[in-house]
């Protein structure tokens, strides 16, 4: 089946720190990956996405690496901001009319 | 451009009672997703359309929750009778493909408290 797992946080990090959360995946074929943002009272946002194996997204000083290697796609940041702060969903698709997300990731950047 | 609008955003209600949730997609998107998210299970996904028609409801929860479509732009989640474990933050989402392959765009959620 398809599934993803993602780091428990919560995760609290000094502003200007580096930021890895960690995803891992199951599926069927071959998935494309996305990381999703929800800042505190919205909805979720795409932050970034990869089709296909060693594809690299990066978005807002984000990257992830699709590795099919090791079926992870890992979220990173060289320097959070308290801005950062928001829930981080992994997710993958392929293409069956469902997009599969992860529990969430609740990163807290403190000045 | 438009989101995907939700109402209402705040609803507090007691238990037995109606509760209707509505989404208005953006214009133009074929496929719409009704999504539940709670601190214990996260988000689950509850029901989809393509072009209106439900596709797969296998998420509902029991038979007292129901959603329908009756246009491109309309969908409505009922839950009858409510209960205190349907509080949650209800999402709403829409994509412009039938076949999920991108992005989907959420609504900004409609939050429940069953009392």
């Known amino acids: 089946g398809n599934s993803v797992t993602q780091m428990e946080g919560p995760v609290t990090l000094s502003e200007e720190a580096f930021l890895t959360i960690n995803c891992t995946y199951t599926?069927?074929?071959?998935?494309?990956l996305f990381w999703y943002v929800q800042y505190p009272g919205e909805g979720l946002q795409l932050l970034l996405k990869?089709?296909?194996?060693?594809d690299k997204g990066s978005n807002k000083g984000f990257e992830a690496t699709y590795r099919k290697e090791t079926t992870s796609f890992h979220l990173e940041k060289g320097s959070v901001q308290v801005s950062d702060s928001a829930v981080y969903f992994c997710?993958?698709?392929?293409?069956?009319?469902?997009?599969?997300f992860g529990t969430g990731t609740r990163l807290t950047v403190i000045p | 451009d438009a989101g995907v609008i939700q109402s209402p955003r705040h609803e507090v209600t007691e238990m037995g009672q109606e509760v209707t949730l509505r989404c208005k997609p953006i214009?133009?998107?074929?496929?719409l997703f009704w999504y539940r998210q709670t601190m214990m299970r996260g988000l689950e996904l509850l029901i989809y359309?393509?072009?209106?028609?439900?596709?797969?409801d296998s998420g509902m929860p029991e038979d007292r929750f129901s959603a329908k479509m009756p246009n491109a732009s309309f969908s409505t989640l009922k839950i009858q009778p409510s209960e205190p474990r349907d509080s949650a933050v209800y999402f709403c989402?829409?994509?412009?493909?039938?076949?999920?392959?991108?992005?989907?765009?959420f609504g900004e959620g409609s939050r429940l408290t069953v009392l």
């Open positions: 989402a829409s994509t412009p493909a039938v076949v999920v392959t991108g992005e989907l765009f």
């Open positions: 599926a069927t074929g071959y998935p494309s």
């Open positions: 990869a089709t296909k194996a060693d």
């Open positions: 997710a993958l698709t392929t293409g069956a009319n469902n997009l599969f």
């Open positions: 214009s133009g998107h074929n496929s």
């Open positions: 359309f393509n072009n209106n028609v439900p596709i797969d």
